[in-house]
């Protein structure tokens, strides 16, 4: 069982950055494969950013390049740095986990969730 907790939300301004973090419960932190995804008022959940256990990275064609995943083995935390927001960002951003390679941008791959961490960005 993974408990994962987000934090790092908030409002800023266009062309600002966040730093959201996700730590995570229980043992063998290094084998889960980590993601992102963020849901938008009445939109679907969409996929952000994953990151391997080995560290490859994975991002979406609208973040890439602004957002960057990583993650601490050591402090069992996965990190997303948002950079060069916009109003298009604003959402919930949600961590999650799965032992073993999920489907990267499928939400219905992932087994454990974060409770959320609401990402507000004004113009």
């Known amino acids: 069982q993974v408990q994962l907790v987000e934090s790092g939300g908030g409002l800023v301004q266009a062309g600002g950055s966040l730093r959201l973090s996700c730590a995570a419960s229980?043992?063998?932190?290094?084998?889960?494969?980590m993601a992102w995804f963020r849901q938008a008022p009445g939109k679907e959940r969409e996929f952000v950013a994953a990151i391997r256990s080995g560290g490859s990275t994975y991002y979406a064609a609208s973040v890439k390049g602004r957002f960057t995943i990583s993650r601490d083995n050591a402090k069992n935390t996965v990190y997303l740095q948002m950079n060069t927001l916009s109003p298009e960002d604003t959402a919930v951003y949600y961590c999650?986990?799965?032992?073993?390679?999920?489907?990267?941008?499928?939400?219905?791959?992932?087994?454990?969730w974060g409770q959320g961490t609401q990402v507000t960005v004004s113009s």
């Open positions: 999650a986990a799965r032992f073993g390679s999920p489907v990267v941008t499928d939400s219905q791959s992932y087994d454990y």
């Open positions: 229980g043992r063998a932190f290094g084998g889960y494969y």
